[in-house]
């Protein structure tokens, strides 16, 4: 009985100590799901490392979800594309400091047989409209994501209430980026989505690009978080990294981005 | 079907391009779930018995707390144990938030119900069965319960391996408290959802079938261990 407690108490000092190898500086990324579904990370992550040795440790969550994390002081910085949401958390003191990094498209993806259909528009609120007074259907994330976000904003810019919706044609799946893309391809429906998602997104379907926002940007922005707010945080090891992506050196590689030949982030 | 069929020829591509990063993925996938079944084992088991083999106030409600929190969603521990070891939780100042360490210890909490209600019911019976026996013969309490443990070896084997099985598969908890980061906190369920959500649905399930084989090769191997050293037939009590 002894020699079993002393194994268990050894075992768990192991679980405890126990610490996977890392490298020497890392930093907590608390980012938006888009970025790294569509493997943005794998293409910068290597070069920060190489060029000043640090590590980013990438959390996706939506946007929303990923400023609630970094209010809990879990994230060293935030790539997030909601400006709103960034600026309220500008305001609540936890934020340091917001800069505009890139942009990528916004787009609303539908089936095959009434992709067309929207095209004609001016604005992007105006298929929108078009999409409510048909009643096709359309499938909301309904997560509290930039795009999500961003959808609410479109409908209220139509001069809509999505909360008054019909549930028959309006469809909110609470889920993430590409749990919401499989699910509106299999009903055929509508949805919002950004254009490095939909480059990369491998299960397409009949699916196409119904309409293209060519005025209102993705903007993605970096937003440092606040040493004291949160003194864990490695503000010097985050402020590198920003100062990095936003040098010329960061700009020209995340222009050098590219999806199956498409470039899908522009630098700001 | 093409889908399906797909999925398979992917899983047979992974698994004989040796693909490190495929290898690094299961690796961890084990060594999350065998740390946290063996710990979760050396607290279940002996709680089991423990609970079958003693009458103390409260022990009833005791036994149905344990039973209803063997259905714990793993979304609300993750949650849970997100909560306590943010930088703002109680124990944030471990900085062990998106580490190995913590997905052990949501797994632990998971699997430590089943593992102590599912020994609580075998070795139960057995004392049903032994009691008066053990008690007409003035044997001693400990010496009992050693021998229950002994001759129920079998079945608490498969109550490890339930616990095996559930640890293995589990991906609502560990996304939340290891955040799925490459190269280090990444397993395969949580590779299979990421892969998943890029719509990416073949690799994905190339992904799972992997996993399966594997998790049947862990069970053979258990049930051979069972048959081969701890059958009563080969071996005298």
């Given amino acids: 009985m002894v020699k079993l407690l002393t194994n268990l108490l050894t075992l768990i000092v192991i679980a405890i100590v126990y610490l996977p190898p890392t490298f020497a500086k890392s930093i907590i990324v608390q980012s938006s799901t888009s970025l790294k579904n569509s493997g943005f990370y794998q293409h910068v992550i290597p070069v920060i490392k190489n060029e000043i040795g640090i590590d980013l440790h990438v959390v996706a969550v939506g946007t929303g979800q990923a400023i609630k994390n970094a209010l809990n002081c879990d994230g060293d910085l935030l790539i997030t594309h909601a400006k709103e949401a960034e600026l309220a958390f500008l305001k609540t003191g936890f934020g340091l400091k917001r800069l505009e990094l890139m942009y990528s498209h916004w787009l609303i993806i539908g089936p095959e047989d009434t992709a067309n259909s929207l095209t004609v528009k001016n604005d992007i609120s105006d298929a929108f409209y078009l999409i409510f007074s048909k009643k096709h259907k359309f499938v909301s994330r309904g997560d509290n994501s930039g795009t999500h976000m961003r959808e609410i904003k479109l409908w209220k810019k139509a001069g809509l209430n999505p909360k008054t919706f019909s549930t028959k044609w309006y469809l909110e799946v609470g889920s993430g980026q590409g749990a919401t893309l499989n699910t509106s391809i299999q009903l055929e429906a509508f949805t919002l989505t950004d254009s490095a998602t939909w480059f990369s997104f491998q299960n397409k379907g009949n699916a196409q690009i119904a309409y293209k926002d060519e005025k209102n940007f993705n903007v993605y922005s970096l937003t440092t978080i606040n040493s004291k707010k949160c003194p864990n945080i490695k503000l010097n090891e985050s402020e590198e990294v920003v100062d990095f992506l936003t040098s010329k050196r960061g700009k020209a590689l995340i222009s050098s981005f590219s999806i199956n030949g498409e470039l899908v982030f522009f630098p700001l | ?237």
Avoid at chain 2, 54 to 79: E, N, Q
Avoid at chain 2, 98 to 121: D, G, K, N, R
Avoid at chain 2, 128 to 147: D, M, T
Wanted: a positive charge.
């Fill in chain 2, 1 to 237: 079907m093409g889908q399906i069929t797909n999925s398979f020829l992917e899983a047979f591509k992974l698994i004989f391009s040796f693909d490190p990063e495929l290898i690094e993925i299961l690796y961890l996938s084990f060594e999350i779930t065998i740390i946290a079944v063996l710990i979760s084992s050396f607290i279940g088991i002996p709680l089991g018995t423990v609970l079958a083999c003693t009458r103390f106030y409260f022990r009833k409600a005791i036994i149905s707390i344990f039973f209803a929190l063997m259905g714990l969603p793993p979304v609300v521990v993750g949650l849970f144990v997100y909560l306590i070891f943010s930088r703002s939780g109680t124990l944030g100042w471990m900085g062990l938030l998106y580490s190995p360490t913590v997905m052990i210890i949501a797994q632990i909490i998971l699997i430590t119900p089943i593992i102590c209600c599912l020994t609580f019911q075998t070795i139960e019976s057995v004392h049903l069965k032994y009691r008066e026996f053990f008690q007409s013969f003035h044997i001693g309490r400990l010496k009992a319960v050693k021998a229950y443990i002994i001759d129920s070896r079998f079945e608490l084997i498969t109550v490890i391996l339930a616990g095996f099985g559930r640890s293995i598969s589990e991906v609502g908890a560990i996304i939340i408290v290891g955040g799925n980061i490459d190269h280090l906190t990444r397993v395969m369920t949580t590779a299979i959802a990421l892969e998943t959500s890029k719509g990416n649905l073949s690799l994905a399930m190339g992904l799972g079938i992997i996993l399966l084989l594997v998790a049947v090769f862990v069970n053979v191997a258990m049930i051979f261990i069972k048959n081969k050293f701890l059958n009563p037939s080969n071996q005298d009590l």
